[in-house]
């Protein structure tokens, strides 16, 4: 899939690239289907993160330049069955105060996965029928 960054203040297109390879050209031999886009650092050097359907993780610098972007991290966030099952989608959310990427779905539906951006490593996993206080409780004992 092209991910495309517009430029907020006149509409025009900035960079556009293949969210799984980093190429320009959308005929990449990788079909990705993106799920879960956020821009990450803000401030410092922007970078965007891009979740796909199938559970990989890549995280982009220079996003905003046309042709100077670089892939600074990948992962697989969850695991999934080869060839993908149907059935199975991945979702993810994105805690920016303690820079934490929760993920589920996969060969694993049941279990949600707690990514430490930071260091790069899955700090936590937590079954998705135990009761909301527990990841909260499993989330905050991560950090402290």
């Avoid at 979740?51 to 100077?68: F, I, P, Q």
Wanted: with cysteine; net charge negative.
């Amino acid at each position: 899939m092209l991910s495309q960054v517009i430029n907020y203040y006149d509409s025009s297109l900035a960079n556009a690239f293949h969210a799984a390879t980093g190429a320009a050209d959308s005929r990449s031999s990788l079909p990705t289907h993106v799920s879960f886009l956020r821009q990450l650092n803000e401030q410092d050097g922007p970078m965007l993160l891009c979740g796909s359907a199938d559970g990989a993780v890549r995280v982009w610098r220079n996003y905003t330049l046309k042709d100077s972007h670089s892939m600074a991290t990948a992962l697989q966030a969850v695991t999934i069955h080869l060839p993908p099952a149907h059935g199975h989608a991945t979702a993810y959310e994105w805690s920016a105060s303690r820079s934490l990427l929760f993920a589920a779905g996969g060969s694993h539906p049941e279990m949600i996965y707690c990514w430490d951006l930071h260091y790069e490593m899955c700090s936590n996993m937590v079954r998705r029928c135990q009761a909301l206080s527990d990841l909260i409780s499993a989330v905050c004992t991560v950090k402290s």
